[in-house]
């Protein structure tokens, strides 16, 4: 399932993110530069410039598509084969805090509010975006009202 493969690379900024999906790693590094390795081509490094701070990053277990949440809620979508970003203005204001990628294509994401949100992702359209159904129940411990969500 897994091996271990040396690579030729010596960071120069201290890495901030790491992500891995197929053979693709995505290094995110504190000068605002992403950093992508083909571990079929190990020697070529495709270097991205961020706008502004990342967040976090996430990618499909395939490797080819990684999402980046900048500061400011902006989030850009790294294409495949590609060092151009786009920017997914649908998605923008979420604070996403962890990233489901399905096999038909479909992509849901928790928010920090507490969201659950649905969304695919292509190279040239703009993301649908539908909110998953929630439900919250308030339920009484030592007279302090808890309120939580839970998906339908």
């Known amino acids: 399932m897994f091996t271990k493969q040396k690579v030729n690379f010596s960071p120069t900024n201290q890495i901030t993110h790491l992500v891995v999906g197929g053979n693709t790693i995505v290094l ?5 530069v992403l950093l992508r390795i083909n571990l079929n ?3 070529v490094l495709e270097e991205v410039k961020l706008t502004s701070k ?3 990053l996430f990618m499909d277990p395939t490797g080819s598509y990684t999402l980046a949440i ?5 989030i850009i979508y790294l294409q495949p084969g590609s060092s151009k970003t786009k920017v997914l203005h649908k998605l923008r ?11 038909m294509g479909v992509v849901m994401f928790g928010t920090a509010k507490g969201d659950i949100v649905e969304t695919e992702i292509q190279q040239d359209s703009n993301p649908y975006i539908k909110q998953v159904p929630t439900a919250s129940w308030k339920s009484s411990n030592n007279n302090n ?3 939580d969500s839970v998906t339908l």
């Open 41 to 43: 081509a190990p020697d």
């Open 28 to 32: 995110a590094m504190a000068n605002n």
């Open 145 to 147: 009202m808890i309120e």
């Open 70 to 74: 900048l500061e400011g809620n902006e």
């Open 93 to 103: 204001g979420n604070f996403i805090t962890s990233m489901c990628w399905t096999p």
């Open 54 to 56: 990342l967040l976090n």
